[in-house]
């Protein structure tokens, strides 16, 4: 795993060049061990809610719908 402050050094450079520039998300690729994507969910997640970079709960149930786009109807 990875030391406490290096979670929190990536949320804030994370939360810093959000707020720096136009930003409208980010990539984070990680190597294929489980490890690594259990600390990204353990740990580096809830310090990006933490700083508003993530959110808890999207609106609605369609992909439309969390972008905030009008209703399409039943296509």
């Known amino acids: 795993g ?3 402050d ?4 990536l949320a804030d450079r994370l939360e810093e060049k959000s ?5 409208d998300g980010f990539n984070i ?3 294929a ?3 690594v ?7 580096v ?3 990006l809610r933490r700083c508003g970079l993530l959110r808890e709960n999207h609106p609605g149930t369609t992909l439309r719908s969390h972008l905030g786009l009008a ?3 039943d296509q």
């Open 37 to 43: 994507f259990d600390d990204l969910i353990d740990r």
């Open 29 to 31: 690729r990680l190597p």
């Open 45 to 47: 997640l809830p310090e």
């Open 19 to 23: 707020f720096s520039k136009s930003c």
């Open 71 to 73: 209703g399409g109807g």
């Open 33 to 35: 061990q489980l490890s």
């Open 6 to 9: 290096a979670v929190s050094g």
């Open 2 to 4: 990875q030391p406490a």
